[in-house]
C-alpha cells in the first residue's frame, strides 16, 4: 500500500490471507459496488477486497468517453474510506492492462500463500487460483 491508502503493483498479501478482487471501471463508483464488495468479503470471510480500477477499459473506450483512470482511483478510494476490509487498488493502471481477467495470475498481491477470488457484476462469483496453486 503507499501513502495513500491504496494497494499498488507492489502491494502483497500477508502469508494466508484471503483476498477478493472486484475489478471494473467505477465510472462513477456506486453503492452497488460498495454492497457487492462488502457481501461478498463478509460471506466468504475474507481479509481484503482489492477494488482495482481498470485502466483502459476497452470494451467501454469504443462506446463512450471514459473518466481518467486515475480520477476513477480517487474517487473508489474516497468511497471505500472507512469501510473496513476494502481497498482501492491501482494495479492495473499501473501496469496499463486493458482487462482485469489478467490481474488475479500477474499479481503480486496475490502470491502462493493466498487465496484469491474474483467475480464479475452481479450475485456471480468464482475461486480462483494463481498458477501452481491448488
Known sequence: MDGA???DADGSAPHGQRVGILGGTFDPVHIGHLVAATWVRDALSLDRVLLVVANEPWQKTAHRQVTPAEDR???VAAAVE???GLEPCRLEIDRGDRATRST???SSVVS????AF??????????SSPPGMT
Open 82 to 84: 472507512g469501510v473496513p
Open 118 to 127: 474474483t467475480w464479475s457484476s452481479g450475485p456471480m462469483w468464482r475461486p
Open 104 to 106: 488475479p495470475s500477474a
Open 73 to 75: 482511483l480517487a474517487v
Open 5 to 7: 491508502g491504496v494497494a
Open 112 to 115: 502462493t500463500f493466498t487465496r
